[in-house]
């Protein structure tokens, strides 16, 4: 059964910026396409960013230009560099494998706030 641990968020101000982390276990993780996504209060979960196992990546209009994915599949580890971080991207962050597994993780809580 595939395993997600996220970790990394937190509170910060706006214009901050933050990294998250995502351990990945019982799967083939350097095979797969991996991504991050983020449920806000009140509203559905949404695709953030994706990255092929070759390195190819795509991200949703919002944080394009601020965010980062990344991974390195020797760790079996995904990233996210959140940069100029805006109260719009408060939410809980999950990683997951593209498409997603029926299986998630506990997530990570992101909290943009002055």
């Known amino acids: 059964q595939v395993q997600f641990v996220e970790s990394g968020g937190g509170l910060v101000k706006p214009g901050g910026s933050l990294r998250l982390s995502c351990q990945v276990s019982g799967i083939a993780f350097s095979i797969y396409a991996m991504a991050w996504y983020r449920q806000a209060p009140g509203k559905q979960r949404e695709l953030v960013a994706r990255i092929r196992y070759g390195g190819d990546t795509e991200y949703v209009d919002s944080v394009k230009g601020r965010f980062t994915i990344s991974r390195d599949n020797a760790k079996d580890t995904l990233y996210l560099q959140m940069n100029s971080l805006e109260v719009e991207d408060t939410a809980i962050y999950y990683c997951?494998?593209?498409?997603?597994?029926?299986?998630w993780g506990q997530g990570t809580q992101v909290t943009v706030s002055s």
């Open positions: 997951n494998k593209f498409p997603r597994d029926v299986y």
